[in-house]
Nanobody
């Protein structure tokens, strides 16, 4: 069992930055691929970024490339999402998730591949 707790959300103006953190419980954090998803009002949950269990591979959607960076610190059981140059369309509740990968370099993209979810943290970007 893994429990995930997100933090770092808030309200910023367009062009600003936020860093989301997701702290995981348990001793097996380093065995899980981690991901960030977001859900805007009235929209479906959307994949944002993922990082392999080893930290050696990442993947993100085109709309955040060059602006968002996913990273992890397995010693601290924490995954991060650094968000720069924020836009109003980035406004959403952001969720982190943990999934069992087939190997330490696999990234997981669909929500169905993830086993555990955090409660979410609100990010609001004003123009």
């Amino acid at each position: 069992q893994v429990q995930l707790v997100e933090s770092g959300g808030g309200s910023v103006q367009a062009g600003g930055s936020l860093r989301l953190s997701c702290a995981a419980s348990g001793r097996t954090f380093s065995m899980y691929a981690m991901g960030w998803f977001r859900q805007a009002p009235g929209k479906e949950r959307e994949f944002v970024a993922t990082i392999a269990a080893s930290g050696g591979k990442t993947y993100c959607i085109n709309s955040v490339k060059g602006r968002f960076t996913i990273s992890r610190d397995n010693a601290k059981n924490t995954v991060y999402l650094q968000m720069n140059s924020l836009k109003p369309e980035d406004t959403a509740v952001y969720y982190c998730a943990a999934g069992t990968a087939r190997d330490p370099w696999e990234v997981l993209i669909t929500p169905y591949e993830y086993d555990y979810w955090g409660q979410g943290t609100q990010v609001t970007v004003s123009s």
